[in-house]
């Protein structure tokens, strides 16, 4: 079945950075867009950045020009760096890709941007 796992969240400075990773697998990774949201205690989840199987980007306005996303089809991973935090950054934030248009999410990994 398809399973999406993050890794790398954790706490870091304001102005500092960090690697998100999302390992897949139960799918035909290559084949397929990917998502990374994120969901702050008591606002809605939203997007942060996609990549397209053509690894075409697109990003939210507030992260543009501080985080990139990308893919690595060989390793099924999907990785987001995320630059120059801010506490607004503070989130899960979640993996995310929709197959005959049913999303699939992972568990989730906790990013705290404080100092």
């Known amino acids: 079945q398809v399973q999406l796992v993050e890794s790398g969240g954790g706490l870091v400075q304001p102005g500092g950075s960090l690697r998100l990773s999302c390992a897949a697998s139960?799918?035909?990774?290559?084949?397929?867009?990917m998502s990374w949201y994120r969901q702050a205690p008591g606002k809605e989840r939203e997007l942060v950045a996609g990549?397209?199987?053509?690894?075409?980007?697109n990003y939210a306005s507030s992260v543009k020009g501080r985080f990139t996303i990308s893919r690595d089809n060989a390793k099924k991973t999907v990785f987001l760096r995320m630059n120059i935090l801010e506490p607004e950054d503070s989130a899960i934030y979640y993996c995310?890709?929709?197959?005959?248009?049913?999303?699939?999410w992972g568990q989730g990994t906790l990013v705290t941007v404080s100092s």
């Open positions: 990549i397209d199987v053509a690894s075409l980007t």
């Open positions: 139960g799918f035909s990774f290559s084949a397929y867009a």
């Open positions: 995310n890709t929709k197959i005959f248009n049913r999303n699939y």
